[in-house]
């Protein structure tokens, strides 16, 4: 099965980045394309996202231990577009940021988690938004306005991410948003990048 493979790998050295990034990522996508294709069951990609997420789990502490990582009080808000049902991603993103020495909250997708009082009760860096599909991205515009207006931090910066983004970089900036990366590895390096430039032009 998927954990002999993932056995194999890491007995051949293969880091846990490279794991996540080249087997898991593209699994979950493939997952996602299938679903919105009809050409699998909701409760077919149910069960094997949730085999993808005891993998990671069975890997993360590995991860974790490949890079030392400070926690400095950076504090980051990963959210899916509002009806995403493919949260596996995030999770993925998550990892890491934690990694890099951030503490995440709302990666898992957590119900009735709203947005905007979450900012506005606490303050956060940066907000981490993942977009699966495109017609969201109307709200998109809307609903960064909405938390931008209600952050404690008024220099919070907006990340978002996903398919779209990857395609049409310059979307981001179209719905509002400060910046958008790539994948999980890229995605710290820019949410850190946006800690002083935001504050700076405000």
């Not at 919105?36 to 069951?41: I, K, P």
Request: with cysteine.
């Amino acid at each position: 099965g998927y954990m002999d493979l993932i056995e194999r790998l890491r007995a051949r050295c293969v880091s846990v980045e490279n794991v996540y990034l080249g087997l898991l990522t593209p699994a979950a996508r493939e997952l996602g394309r299938r679903w919105d294709d009809d050409l699998a069951s909701f409760s077919d990609v149910t069960v094997a996202i949730g085999r993808l997420q005891r993998l990671m789990r069975g890997l993360s502490q590995s991860f974790g231990s490949e890079v030392e990582a400070s926690a400095d009080g950076r504090r980051i808000l990963l959210i899916p577009a509002p009806g995403e049902q493919h949260t596996f991603g995030l999770s993925i993103v998550a990892e890491f940021f934690r990694r890099a020495g951030w503490e995440v909250v709302g990666a898992d997708g957590e119900e009735g988690l709203d947005a905007s009082t979450v900012v506005r009760n606490e303050w956060y860096d940066v907000i981490g938004i993942s977009v699966g599909v495109e017609a969201r991205l109307d709200w998109l515009k809307s609903g960064i306005t909405a938390l931008r207006g209600a952050s404690r931090n008024r220099a919070i910066g907006v990340l978002v991410g996903g398919p779209v983004f990857a395609l049409y970089p310059e979307r981001a900036a179209e719905v509002g948003a400060d910046a958008t990366a790539l994948d999980g590895r890229q995605a710290p390096d820019v949410a850190e990048s946006l800690l002083g430039s935001r504050a700076r032009r405000l």
